[in-house]
C-alpha cells in the first residue's frame, strides 16, 4: 500500500534507537500510523513536533504490515506558540484528542476541516470558542453528540442550560448550542465551556474506556 497526503502530527513515541512512531491526521485517510525512519536525527527530528503539517509519502508492505512514512514539513505551526502559553497547550490538548479518539484509516473531514481552519487561523481573538466547537464535533461524529431535547433552560437570563444524558446532569454553556460565531466570551464562560466539555468526555469515554484524560487538557482550563 503506498500514498501520498498531508497531514497533522498528532503524536510521536521512541522505536529503537534514531526512530519513532508517528500518528498523522489526515483528510483523505483519517488517523494514519508508522514508522519514521531516522525521526530521532537532528536532520528532521526539529520540525516533528504536535500540529506541524508535513507532506507524507506512506509504503506498506501489506495491510497486516507496519507501513514507513517519508516526511517532508510544510508548515511548522507549533514553532510559532512556543511563547504562547494558552495556544501550545491548546494545541497539545487537541491533538492528544485526536489521537486517542480517533479510529485508525476512518476520514473524519468535517473535523479535520474544523482542525485545518483553528490551526491556519490560531492568531484570531475568537480562537479559544473554534476550538471548544471542535472537541463538541469531535464528541458528535464519533457518537456522543448531545440531543438537544434534552437541555432546559435554568432561568430566563441564564448563561448556562441543564443538560441531562444517561441520568447524569450537566450545565451546559448556551453558545455551546448556538450557532453565533462572533460571540465574545469571558475567561469565566471559556471556563465553563471547558469544564463541561471535560465532565462529559470523562463520563461517556475516558471513564467508561479506563483511559486517562491528557495532562495538556487539564491544564488548559488553568489559563482562563
Known sequence: MNWQCDGYLISKSKFRENSIIANFFTNEYGKVGGIIYGGNSRKIKNYLQNSN?????????????????????????????????????????????????LPEYQPYKKIFTAVDNLIKNLDHPNWVYYYLKIELLILSEIGYGINIENVENLTNDSKNKNLIVDQVKYQIPDYLIQTNNNI????????????????????????????????????????F
Open 184 to 223: 465574545q466570551l469571558s475567561n469565566q464562560e471559556i471556563k465553563d465551556g471547558l469544564v463541561f466539555l471535560k465532565q462529559f468526555m470523562l463520563h461517556k469515554f475516558f471513564i467508561p474506556n479506563r483511559v486517562t484524560l491528557p495532562a495538556a487538557r487539564n491544564v488548559l482550563e488553568k489559563y
Open 53 to 101: 503539517l508535513l507532506h507524507l509519502i506512506f509504503n506498506s508492505k501489506g495491510q497486516n504490515k507496519p507501513g514507513y512514512f517519508k516526511v517532508e514539513i510544510i508548515t511548522p505551526n507549533a514553532v510559532k506558540y512556543f511563547d504562547d502559553k494558552e495556544r501550545t497547550i491548546a494545541l497539545n490538548s487537541l491533538t492528544s484528542l485526536l489521537n486517542i479518539f
